[in-house]
């Protein structure tokens, strides 16, 4: 639960430290004062999506830091996925520069907003003006239900369902439209494979035959020298160099017979005879090879070419190409046989339809289910709620397969006995409102995390009702933390703790600053509530018997 909040430079607050105890706590203060501002900050350190204009006037950043103990198994499941240590305790904290840039850390790293807001879903639960709107969009009705159903496992299944029939809804209509002109593409599609099957086409052919080329075109240079270097060795009418080399030998040979120093000479000139015997071989061979050689540049040239403008077409390099070739061919197949796919693909249309629908009503028969329980709870605490007459059911209304499954839902109420019942959104009262939602926030508790803010949810009620809701919110915190802002003295007065939100004026600033009261403080501020400026001892002795009451 939510134990310290600290706030520096947010809004018109320079610094505060609120600190929050177990079960119902409660901000009050005159309108403006700043209470918003502190439901702001808890929303800024949640990772909600917040602006610079938090950022009080005249300085660099905002910081909202939040204390936590006691975390949820779920809280510490998301730290776990985060490679974050699952203790009991946890500081977070969110700072917001002027330039509209924020950083946000988890226990001391650094995590995106998005990991932030993720761990704050499962920290706090905040219930607003903006949730009671909620009520108003029937498209988040569903959502509530899921909630209850606890239909999460089944509803994947739904989805992986619908999401591969509409694969395969896709693959039937780009064939069934390819088949509609089917001739014109097999024309191309046999063209292009013949063209590329044609050329035979091998990975590397062009750098060889540009090494080919380059080789060619030096021909006549490398016949020369080949030349040269076979005269020089073999010799002509001159004698050449193995002729003298074989003199050389000879002459050595004789010295060495009667003198030992001549004999390393004589073996140095032997090597260097036979060094020259292999060189002078494989010039003759290369010289051979080249004269026979009828290879034609321009044969060449043209094929080079001709992979050139293939190249043009398909991918600048025998891969690309041979890989457009595969498509082609794999293209050719699908279209030539579409038929028989077409075919393969409507009858798993049908069987995956047919699946589809199953999970759908599972999915349905889960969700009205936990409607009926949903129903009669939701009743039960409008009863409680000073609405004795008050009905609420959820009306399913069947529609085609969507992603969220087969159920149109909208909650209807009546407030009346005899008057039709309709969507909240077209007959529900502001007051109204916000007893329904109190109602459902105290049905979906369970599922809450371990820390509930209601923000002002006291709208549009007063008198029996606005102590029925003191009662609720009361009980609701029995085992939890409840955060509450509200002008309604009953609410205040049934807390365990009260924090006071005041503004004071200076020359040239405003401030805003949270104090925790003590039960005279408490006495004062809900004899305020109860009388506006005017404090009399009759409203204080209204506010000293609200708190006897639920003290």
Same mark, same amino acid.
């Given at each position: 639960?939510?134990?310290?909040?600290?706030?520096?430079?947010?809004?018109?607050?320079?610094?505060?430290?609120?600190?929050?105890?177990?079960?119902?706590?409660?901000?009050?203060?005159?309108?403006?004062? +700043?209470?918003?501002?502190?439901?702001?900050?808890?929303?800024?350190?949640?990772?909600?999506?917040?602006?610079?204009?938090?950022?009080?006037?005249?300085?660099?950043?905002?910081?909202?830091?939040?204390?936590?103990?006691?975390?949820?198994?779920?809280?510490?499941?998301?730290?776990?996925?985060?490679?974050?240590?699952?203790?009991?305790?946890?500081?977070?904290?969110?700072?917001?520069?002027?330039?509209?840039?924020?950083?946000?850390?988890?226990?001391?790293?650094?995590?995106?907003?998005?990991?932030?807001?993720?761990?704050?879903?499962?920290?706090?639960?905040?219930?607003?003006?903006?949730?009671?709107?909620?009520?108003?969009?029937?498209?988040?009705?569903?959502?509530?239900?899921?909630?209850?159903?606890?239909?999460?496992?089944?509803?994947?299944?739904?989805?992986?369902?619908?999401?591969?029939?509409?694969?395969?809804?896709?693959?039937?209509?780009?064939?069934?439209?390819?088949?509609?002109?089917?001739?014109?593409?097999?024309?191309?599609?046999?063209?292009?494979?013949?063209?590329?099957?044609?050329?035979?086409?091998?990975?590397?052919?062009?750098?060889?035959?540009?090494?080919?080329?380059?080789?060619?075109?030096?021909?006549?240079?490398?016949? /020369?020298?080949?030349?040269?270097?076979?005269?020089?060795?073999?010799?002509?009418?001159?004698?050449?160099?193995?002729?003298?080399?074989?003199?050389?030998?000879?002459?050595?040979?004789?010295?060495?017979?009667?003198?030992?120093?001549?004999?390393?000479?004589?073996?140095?000139?032997?090597?260097?005879?036979?060094?020259?015997?292999?060189?002078?071989?494989?010039?003759?061979?290369?010289?051979?090879?080249?004269?026979?050689?009828?290879?034609?540049?321009?044969?060449?040239?043209?094929?080079?070419?001709?992979?050139?403008?293939?190249?043009?077409?398909?991918?600048?390099?025998?891969?690309?190409?041979?890989?457009?070739?595969?498509?082609?061919?794999?293209?050719?197949?699908?279209?030539?046989?579409?038929?028989?796919?077409?075919?393969?693909?409507? /009858?798993?249309?049908?069987?995956?339809?047919?699946?589809?629908?199953?999970?759908?009503?599972?999915?349905?028969?889960?969700?009205?289910?936990?409607?009926?329980?949903?129903?009669?709870?939701?009743?039960?605490?409008?009863?409680?709620?000073?609405?004795?007459?008050?009905?609420?059911?959820?009306?399913?209304?069947?529609?085609?397969?969507?992603?969220?499954?087969?159920?149109?839902?909208?909650?209807?109420?009546?407030?009346?006995?005899?008057?039709?019942?309709?969507?909240?959104?077209?007959?529900?009262?502001?007051?109204?409102?916000?007893?329904?939602?109190?109602?459902?926030?105290?049905?979906?508790?369970?599922?809450?995390?371990?820390?509930?803010?209601?923000?002002?949810?006291?709208?549009?009620?007063?008198?029996?009702?606005?102590?029925?809701?003191?009662?609720?919110?009361?009980?609701?915190?029995?085992?939890?933390?409840?955060?509450?802002?509200?002008?309604?003295?009953?609410?205040?007065?049934?807390?365990?703790?009260?924090?006071?939100?005041?503004?004071?004026?200076?020359?040239?600033?405003?401030?805003?600053?949270?104090?925790?009261?003590?039960?005279? +403080?408490?006495?004062?501020?809900?004899?305020?509530?109860?009388?506006?400026?005017?404090?009399?001892?009759?409203?204080?002795?209204?506010?000293?018997?609200?708190?006897?009451?639920?003290?």
């Amino acid at each position: 639960m939510l134990r310290e909040l600290t706030i520096e430079n947010v809004a018109v607050i320079e610094r505060a430290s609120l600190r929050f105890d177990e079960g119902f706590n409660v901000l009050t203060g005159e309108t403006g004062a +700043g209470k918003s501002i502190v439901i702001d900050a808890i929303n800024a350190v949640l990772g909600e999506r917040t602006g610079r204009d938090v950022v009080r006037s005249g300085e660099a950043t905002a910081k909202v830091t939040a204390y936590f103990d006691d975390l949820s198994p779920a809280a510490k499941a998301v730290l776990e996925s985060f490679d974050l240590d699952p203790d009991d305790e946890l500081l977070i904290a969110r700072t917001i520069s002027a330039d509209g840039k924020s950083s946000c850390k988890i226990g001391g790293k650094t995590v995106t907003a998005s990991m932030l807001r993720q761990l704050g879903h499962e920290l706090v639960t905040i219930c607003g003006q903006h949730d009671s709107q909620h009520l108003l969009q029937k498209e988040k009705h569903l959502d509530y239900i899921d909630l209850l159903a606890q239909s999460g496992e089944l509803k994947a299944q739904y989805q992986a369902q619908y999401h591969a029939l509409r694969d395969v809804k896709k693959q039937l209509h780009r064939l069934r439209k390819a088949d509609a002109d089917k001739g014109a593409r097999l024309d191309y599609l046999s063209f292009q494979i013949r063209e590329l099957e044609d050329a035979h086409i091998t990975i590397g052919e062009t750098d060889a035959l540009q090494q080919q080329k380059k080789r060619l075109q030096n021909k006549e240079k490398r016949l /020369q020298s080949l030349q040269a270097v076979c005269a020089a060795i073999d010799g002509d009418e001159n004698g050449g160099l193995l002729q003298n080399l074989y003199t050389l030998s000879s002459a050595l040979a004789q010295l060495s017979d009667g003198d030992d120093s001549f004999r390393a000479f004589e073996d140095t000139v032997a090597n260097v005879r036979y060094d020259l015997e292999d060189c002078a071989a494989a010039a003759r061979r290369t010289l051979d090879a080249e004269e026979a050689d009828d290879t034609d540049i321009d044969t060449i040239e043209q094929r080079l070419d001709q992979l050139y403008r293939l190249g043009q077409k398909y991918g600048h390099s025998e891969e690309a190409m041979l890989a457009a070739l595969q498509k082609a061919k794999e293209e050719y197949d699908n279209i030539a046989f579409s038929e028989q796919k077409i075919a393969e693909l409507e /009858q798993a249309e049908d069987a995956m339809s047919d699946e589809l629908l199953r999970l759908g009503d599972r999915l349905t028969d889960c969700r009205k289910a936990a409607a009926r329980d949903f129903e009669q709870k939701v009743t039960r605490e409008l009863t409680f709620l000073d609405m004795p007459a008050a009905q609420f059911k959820v009306e399913f209304r069947e529609q085609n397969a969507t992603e969220n499954g087969m159920d149109d839902v909208e909650f209807c109420f009546c407030a009346n006995p005899g008057q039709a019942l309709k969507g909240i959104g077209k007959i529900a009262s502001g007051g109204e409102l916000s007893r329904i939602m109190l109602a459902i926030r105290c049905v979906l508790s369970e599922h809450d995390g371990e820390t509930m803010i209601f923000d002002e949810i006291d709208t549009g009620v007063s008198g029996r009702a606005a102590s029925r809701i003191a009662d609720r919110l009361r009980k609701v915190a029995s085992g939890r933390q409840v955060l509450c802002v509200t002008h309604l003295a009953q609410i205040a007065a049934a807390a365990n703790s009260h924090l006071l939100v005041e503004k004071s004026l200076d020359p040239g600033a405003t401030y805003t600053r949270v104090t925790p009261l003590d039960d005279a +403080g408490r006495e004062t501020e809900i004899a305020r509530l109860i009388g506006g400026d005017l404090i009399t001892d009759a409203t204080r002795a209204s506010a000293r018997e609200l708190l006897a009451y639920y003290g």
